[in-house]
């Protein structure tokens, strides 16, 4: 199982921009995908952003393509979440979570929560109006 820790939360103001990290420690030979989540004051956690375990493919949900980016760097073990262009309504605790067993042809809308194994604890943003 990997361990993972997110970074880069905090206060921006809207219009404004963050980037999140999610640091992975563990078995260094497994590949894995890689999901970003976030769970609104409120909200359910949902899913917003994945990228396969080369990089090579990304997925986005559509409240948030065209603003976010989500890339990898394998020799680091970190995969970021690059936020632009931040709503009062992105306000959110951000978890990554990540996974080694799924194709990259099923990285979509269709997953969630139960596709992943291993999770971070979460990094707050807060977008002021």
């Known amino acids: 199982q990997v361990q993972l820790v997110e970074s880069g939360g905090g206060l921006v103001q809207a219009g404004g921009s963050l980037r999140l990290s999610c640091a992975a420690s563990?078995?260094?030979?497994?590949?894995?995908?890689v999901g970003w989540f976030r769970q609104g004051p409120g909200k359910e956690r949902e899913f917003i952003a994945a990228i396969n375990w080369n990089g090579g493919r990304t997925y986005y949900v559509d409240s948030v393509k065209g603003r976010f980016t989500i890339s990898r760097d394998n020799a680091k073990n970190t995969v970021y979440l690059q936020m632009n262009s931040l709503k009062p309504e992105d306000t959110a605790v951000y978890f990554c979570?990540?996974?080694?067993?799924?194709?990259?042809?099923?990285?979509?809308?269709?997953?969630?929560?139960?596709?992943?194994?291993?999770w971070g604890q979460g990094t707050q943003v807060t977008v002021s109006s």
């Open positions: 979570a990540a996974e080694e067993f799924i194709p990259d042809g099923e990285l979509g809308p269709d997953l969630g929560l139960a596709d992943f194994e291993s």
């Open positions: 563990g078995p260094p030979q497994k590949r894995f995908a």
